[in-house]
């Protein structure tokens, strides 16, 4: 489909638009109109063809090698990652095209609301610091991400005990049982996302979840104006591990939830294994920037439909350490009082 909102530019008077997270539509700052996105796909893709090369554009980061897809009329980019300005345009093929994207639905705007909120309960901050910190380097990007659909299913086998105690007069007589157990696990991951982006730390990304599935929709380039989206540089085969090791450390945290009436118990191993994995490309909305206090600046991420914040947190060394003499005092006025009940 090759019309003029897929360019990017204005009907009415040729302008560039962007896309407006608190409308959902294409807007034009010029003339100040509005253009609903379309939800069709075009005759391409519905024959299972690759997406025209005029639609998709890469620019490449000098500075640290990120390739990132924005949309064509741009002028320019800062990269995300490094904060380089990016101007170098060519065109790429095949691969690039994601199988859905979640639109931003929260304008950069809300971010400082949103980083006060994330910190109104942090009782080590320095005192003065809503005031003297800065957001900079403000970035939204769509990072690729995979979503994987899988049953993890088999066996889990447990070394576990039953300790009795009774008392015989002065003594205290420990009886313990030893049991072999083994529970039987079947669970379906639907939309399991792991970042794509090899520049991204794998923790905040995970720390952004979850994302709202129910918000996907076809692809379109005028989700990315004023907007960018890097382009993966780790395949679903590579990163299909990580999304194994959280489907195998959540059908262990199940199955260890079953080994009730015990003691206690320990892994002795487990039979747990993937179907094959299905594996989808989205885009899913981040802002990255940065919070700058006394120079040093802390690294945070929102997730672009939630509003979840996540990131560094600066303290203040003088409470914190006011604060560790406090529970030191605590801890040993309870021993004090127990050496004073035991001397009684």
């Given amino acids: 489909m090759a019309n003029k909102l897929s360019e990017q530019k204005c009907p009415a008077c040729g302008a560039p638009l962007r896309f407006d997270p608190e409308s959902g539509k294409s807007v034009c700052d ?9 939800t069709e796909t075009d005759e391409t893709l519905a024959e299972g063809g690759e997406a025209p090369l005029e639609e998709l554009s ?22 995300p990652y490094c904060g380089n300005n990016i101007v170098l345009t060519e065109k790429v093929t095949g691969g690039l095209r994601p199988d859905g994207i979640i639109p931003f639905k929260i304008d950069k705007k809300s971010l400082p609301a949103a980083v006060r909120e ?3 309960d942090r009782k080590l901050l320095p005192k003065k610091f809503f005031a003297d910190s800065s957001i900079e380097d403000v970035v939204g990007v769509y990072v690729p991400f995979w979503l994987y659909n899988c049953t993890m299913q088999g066996p889990v086998y447990y070394d576990a005990h039953v300790d009795v105690a ?3 007069g002065d003594y205290v007589t420990t009886t313990r049982s030893d049991y072999d157990v083994r529970r039987d696990v079947s669970i379906r991951f639907e939309n399991l ?3 794509g982006s090899a520049r991204l730390d794998d923790a905040l990304m995970d720390s952004l979840e979850p994302f709202d599935v129910k918000d996907i929709v076809p692809f ?5 104006s004023g907007f960018c989206a890097e382009r993966f540089d780790r395949d679903s085969e590579e990163v299909r591990v990580r999304a194994e090791e959280r489907m195998m450390s959540s059908a262990l945290s199940v199955a260890d939830s079953q080994v009730t009436g015990y003691t206690g118990f320990t892994h002795r191993e487990n039979g747990l294994r993937a179907d094959p994995m299905e594996a989808k490309y989205l885009l899913l909305p981040v802002y990255t ?3 700058n206090w006394q120079g040093t600046k802390y690294t945070f991420a929102m997730n672009g439909q939630t509003g979840k914040v996540v990131g560094e947190v600066p303290t203040d060394k003088g409470r914190t350490a006011l604060r560790r003499w406090g529970t030191f005092a605590a801890v040993f006025a309870v021993i004090m009082l127990l050496l004073w009940l035991v001397s009684c």
Avoid: H
């Fill in 30 to 38: 010029w003339c100040g109109r509005s253009y609903d996105i379309p």
């Fill in 58 to 79: 890469v620019y490449n980061c000098k500075s640290c090698g990120a390739e990132i897809v924005t949309d064509a009329v741009s002028a320019s980019v800062q990269c």
């Fill in 118 to 120: 994330f910190y109104k």
């Fill in 166 to 168: 009774v008392r015989e």
């Fill in 193 to 195: 996302p792991v970042d």
């Fill in 220 to 224: 379109q380039m005028s989700y990315l």
């Fill in 289 to 291: 920037f940065n919070v």
